[in-house]
C-alpha cells in the first residue's frame, strides 16, 4: 500500500494551490449557498481558462490527458479552501453523456460544458419519490420526433440559472418501476416548464437567491427525441452512473473546519483566555479530528477502487456517510464550543470565523440527506457490503 | 411519590392550551422571525391579563413547567423567560432596595418588559461576565444576545469586577445602542454596547448567586424543550404514518420505528427533568442546582438530537420553512447555547455535584 502521490501529482497539487493563493476571494466560498453567484461564475470561469474542467476527458472532445487522481486532488484542494467545485455538468453529467450519449449529443454539449457555459441541473426527486426514486411518475412519451413530458419535479437547486434539466423519466409505466426510466435532456427555457422558489432551512433573506432550491412543473413540455441519453428504458443505469461519478468528488471540507477549530482554539481573547488551554476543548477537536482522518480515509479507499475501475455501491456508500454526518457533527460540537456567540451569523464583528460555522450548521443537515440519505445508504451497505438480505 | 399535576396545574394546562389554540402562530421561522417585536402582542396581553407574568414572584415553579412545555409545543415566542424568569430573578439579587422591588411588581404585572444582558464575547463560555466593566459608577462595554433590547424598559446587565456586579440601566438610557445581528436563534436578540452609560441600581454578587438566580429559567428552557420535542414527535408521527416509500408507510420501517421510539424516550426524560427541577427548586433547595444544571444539559443534548432526526425523517421535505421542521432544528441549537450553554451548566453541575477545581474553590 502506498498513500503517496505520485512526483506528478504533487506537482499538480502545488500548482492547483498556488492558484488559489492567487485566485481565491471570500466572495467566491462555496458554503454561502446554492446559488449562481457572479464569484461562483468568476471562480469557475477562471477554472475553465485554466483548462481545468478538461483534465481527464478524451482529446478528441478537447480534454487534457491527466491520471484521474489529478480531478480528485483539484477537488479536493477546491474543498479545502471553501472555493465552489467542479458542478456536476463538468463532474457528473458531462462523463453521463460521454459514455451513454450519442455522438450528436457530445457534440453540442461537451464543449459547451467544459467551457463553463452549460450548466445541468439534476430533476430527480419529485413530491412522492425520493429515497424511493425509481418510484417516480413523470410521464413522457413519443409524439413523432418529439418528447412530450408531464409531471412535476423538487428540490432542483439550480433550476434557476441552469440551462438543462438531466431529467429522470417514466417512459413504459407497465415495466418494472427500475426498467420503464430513460433519462432526457430538456432545455430549461422549453414552452411549459414552470419553476417556483421554495423557502429552506438554510435561506437567509437578507442574501436573497442563496440557498434557494425550486419545485418545476412539465406542462406538456415538448423536447426534441435526440435528447434521450442511453437507451430507451435504460435511464436508472445512467443515473446510478452520474451518481457514483458524483460521489467521487465530496466537497465537504472536513479538514477545513477541524484546522478553523484549531486556529479559533488556539487565539486568545481579550482577556488572555486561550480554549486550547481547556481540558474539554482539547478533548472535542481531539476526538473530531480522529473522526476526520477515518473518513479521509475512507474517501481513499474509494476513490482508489473507483478509479481503478471498480464500482462499489458500499464503499461510495460508507464514504458518503462517515463524511456528511461527520460534517453535521463538527458543525454542531463547534457552536457548542463557541456558546451564545456562536449563534450569531452576520452583522456585527462577533461572528466567529467569519460567521462559517454558524451558516453551515444550517447546510451540514442536508447532507446526511441529499443525494442518498443515510438510512438508504446503510441499506446498500448491508445488502452489498455484508451481503444480508434485504428486508422491509 | 406522587407524579401527576394536581387539579389546578391541570386547569391552568388547559387554559394555557386554549389561549394558544386560538392564536395563530406560524410554522415558518422566517415568519416569526419577521414578527415586529419578534413576540405576539395579542397573545403576550391574554398572558398578563391571565396573570401568567407573575408566577415566578409566587415561586410557582411548577405551574412556569407547564407553562413553557405548552409555549413550547405551540411553537409560540414570547418574552416571559426574558422578562419575567431571568429579569425577575435577577431582580431578587437587587431587592433589598426598594426600587427594585416596584420595577419587580411592574414587570409581574406585565407592565414593562426587563431584559437581562449577561453574556459578553469572551471564549470562556463559563465565565459570561466579561464584556462590561464598571467605571465611576457608569458602565461602558458590550453585551451578546440582548432578547427583546427593543422591547425593554430595563435592561439588567452583568459586570466584570471582583466580585461581580449586577446593573440595572434603563434600556433607552445615554450610551446605549443596539445592533441586530442574523442569528441562528428564531429570536429577538441584539448586541447592545455601553458608553458611559449611568446605572440605577446596583448590587455586588458572587458566582453561586448568579448561577441560582438562572436556574428558573434553566428550568423554563427545559420546558420549552420538552413541548416543542413532543410537537416535534407528533409532527413526525403524523408524517410517517401518511408518507409511502417503497410500496410501505415510512411508520412500517423498523429502522425509523427504532429513531421515534429513541425521540419518545428523549421527550419523556426532558419533560420529567422539567417538572423535577420545578420540584427541587421549591422542596429540595440543597440538589436543585444538581437537578435543573442536568435538566438543562440533557434538554439542550436531547432536542438537538429529537429535532435532527425528526428533519432527517421528513427527508428533503425537512429542509423546506413549509415542513415546520427547521424551526425546531434552529431552536434546539439556539436553546442548548442560550442562558448558558454546555460550559456554563457543565461547571454549575460539576459544582453542585462536589466536584471542585482547588481547595480553596467554594468558599
Known sequence: MDFSLTPEEREFQAEVRAFIKEHFRPEFMMREGLADTPGRREFVGLLAKRGWLRLGWPKEYGGIPSTPMMRVILNEELAYAGAPNLGISVLAVGQGILHYGTEELKKEFLEGILNNEILFAYAYTEPHAGSDLANLKTRAHLEGDEWVINGEKMFISPAHYAHYFWLAVRTDPSAPKHKGISLLIAPIKSKGVTISDLETLGRRGRFGDIWRTNRVIFDNVRIPARYIVGKVNQGWQVISAALDDERLYPHTPLRRSVENLVKWANEPDESGYRPAEDPQVREVIARLTAKMEAAQVLFYIQASSMLAGKRSPAEAAMTKIAISELDAEIMSEALKLFGARGLIESGTPETILGGEFTRDFRASILGPIAAGTSEILRNHIARHGLGLPRTA | ?363
Open chain 2, 1 to 363: 411519590m406522587k407524579l401527576e399535576l394536581t387539579w389546578e396545574q391541570q386547569a391552568l394546562e388547559d387554559s394555557v392550551r386554549k389561549i394558544l389554540q386560538g392564536v395563530k402562530v406560524p410554522i415558518k421561522a422566517t415568519e416569526l422571525e419577521a414578527q415586529p417585536n419578534g413576540y405576539d402582542e395579542g397573545l403576550w396581553k391574554q398572558f398578563i391579563e391571565a396573570g401568567f407574568t407573575g408566577l415566578l414572584e409566587n415561586n410557582s415553579f411548577t405551574e412556569l413547567v407547564v407553562l413553557h412545555e405548552q409555549l413550547g409545543y405551540f411553537r409560540a415566542q414570547l418574552p416571559l423567560i426574558t422578562s419575567c424568569v431571568t429579569g425577575l430573578g435577577l431582580l431578587r439579587l437587587l431587592k433589598s432596595q426598594p426600587e427594585a422591588a416596584a420595577i419587580a411588581g411592574k414587570v409581574s404585572a406585565g407592565d414593562a418588559i426587563i431584559a437581562p444582558a449577561l453574556w459578553g464575547g469572551g471564549k470562556d463560555t463559563a465565565s459570561p461576565q466579561k464584556g462590561v466593566i464598571r467605571k465611576n459608577g457608569k458602565i461602558t462595554g458590550k453585551k451578546l444576545l440582548v432578547p427583546f433590547f427593543d422591547c425593554a424598559r430595563w435592561l439588567v446587565v452583568l459586570v466584570d469586577s471582583d466580585p461581580l456586579q449586577l446593573c440595572l440601566v434603563e434600556a433607552k438610557a445615554a450610551g446605549i445602542r443596539g445592533v441586530k445581528p442574523d442569528n441562528l436563534a428564531v429570536e429577538n436578540a441584539w448586541t447592545v454596547e455601553f458608553s458611559d452609560t449611568p446605572v440605577l441600581l446596583s448590587a455586588e454578587i458572587s458566582k453561586p448567586q448568579l448561577d441560582k438566580a438562572l436556574l428558573p429559567s434553566a428550568m423554563a428552557i427545559t420546558a420549552l424543550s420538552a413541548g416543542a420535542a413532543k410537537k416535534a414527535l407528533d409532527m413526525t408521527m403524523e408524517w410517517v404514518n401518511m408518507r409511502e416509500a417503497f410500496g410501505h408507510k415510512l411508520a412500517s420501517f423498523q429502522v425509523l420505528q427504532h429513531y421515534l421510539t429513541n425521540i419518545a424516550m428523549d421527550t419523556a426524560a426532558t419533560r420529567h427533568l422539567a417538572y423535577y427541577g420545578a420540584w427541587s427548586l421549591a422542596h429540595d433547595e440543597e440538589n436543585a442546582a444538581r437537578i435543573v444544571a442536568s435538566g438543562k444539559l440533557f434538554a439542550g443534548e436531547s432536542f438537538e438530537r429529537i429535532a435532527g432526526i425528526s428533519l432527517r425523517m421528513f427527508g428533503g421535505h425537512g429542509f423546506l420553512e413549509d415542513s415546520g421542521m427547521p424551526l425546531f432544528f434552529r431552536r434546539a441549537k439556539a436553546w442548548q447555547l442560550s442562558m448558558g450553554g454546555h460550559q456554563f451548566w457543565r461547571d454549575v453541575l460539576a459544582q453542585a455535584s462536589g466536584l471542585r477545581w482547588s481547595a480553596t474553590d467554594g468558599k
